[in-house]
């Protein structure tokens, strides 16, 4: 399966700055997604990030708040944009791959926004 | 539209007995499930998938599940737990859709008494 690097591990940053996550694959890969796990909660999909188009944003997801750019089949970096102390989470990058049966993720981001 | 649903948040065994997390799904197609592990600090780690072959699933670290169409189940077990089995498990499902995205449900705690 396809192995992900996942930038920064983690990060303390103040509210009002961005920080921009970078994940790359070590093969070429279609889908790339972008999901935030909030503390104790579950994982809550963000973005679908295709190379060569706009990324798909699910509903309470907006691109000014969470630009994603999808250079090529094996990069993709994810922006928090002016940061607020309710964007501390975890981020995590994955990718579908193997008949899109298999999806593998990225060890994740921990944003703490103090 | 698919969905998951994980009944109990946290679970509480004695190591060496028995495991089982509980799924139940949504989807208006034939799902692809998945049960992922997350320990702590870490990104998911996929257990096992189930993707329309065979309905008992074998996984790594001695974990299967059953898929149950009649039941719209897709259940974690495990005969025998290991201290190092105490992590959060996620079921996920994948609609046989466009998006290709995963769903999660809410995620269940595994704690391994001594």
């Known amino acids: 399966s396809a192995v992900i690097s996942q930038k920064p591990s983690r990060d303390i940053c103040q509210r009002g700055t961005s920080l921009t996550i970078q994940c790359q694959v070590d093969?070429?890969?279609?889908?790339m997604f972008w999901y935030r796990q909030q503390p104790g909660q579950s994982l809550t999909l963000i973005a679908t990030?295709?190379?060569?188009?706009?990324?798909?944003?699910e509903s309470g997801f907006v691109i000014d708040k969470f630009p994603i750019s999808r250079p090529n089949l094996t990069f993709s970096t994810l922006t928090v944009s002016n940061m607020s102390p309710e964007d501390s989470s975890i981020y995590l990058c994955s990718v579908a791959q193997g008949g899109v049966y298999g999806y593998t993720f990225g060890s994740g981001t921990r944003l703490t926004v103090v | 539209a698919q969905s998951v649903t994980q009944l109990g948040s946290h679970v509480s065994v004695s190591e060496g007995a028995l495991v089982l997390l509980r799924c139940n799904y949504s989807s208006s197609v034939p799902p692809y499930l998945f049960w992922y592990v997350q320990y702590p600090n870490q990104g998911l780690q996929l257990l096992l998938k189930?993707?329309?072959?065979?309905?008992l699933v074998k996984g790594i670290n001695g974990f299967e599940a059953e898929f149950k169409k009649s039941e719209t189940s897709f259940h974690l077990t495990k005969p025998s737990a290991h201290m190092s089995d105490a992590a959060e498990y996620f079921c996920?499902?994948?609609?046989?859709?466009?998006?290709?995205?995963?769903?999660f449900g809410g995620g269940t705690r595994l704690m391994v008494k001594p």
């Open positions: 093969s070429q890969v279609t889908m």
């Open positions: 996920a499902v994948r609609g046989n859709n466009a998006g290709n995205m995963l769903t």
């Open positions: 189930y993707t329309s072959a065979a309905t």
């Open positions: 990030a295709n190379q060569g188009s706009e990324a798909t944003y």
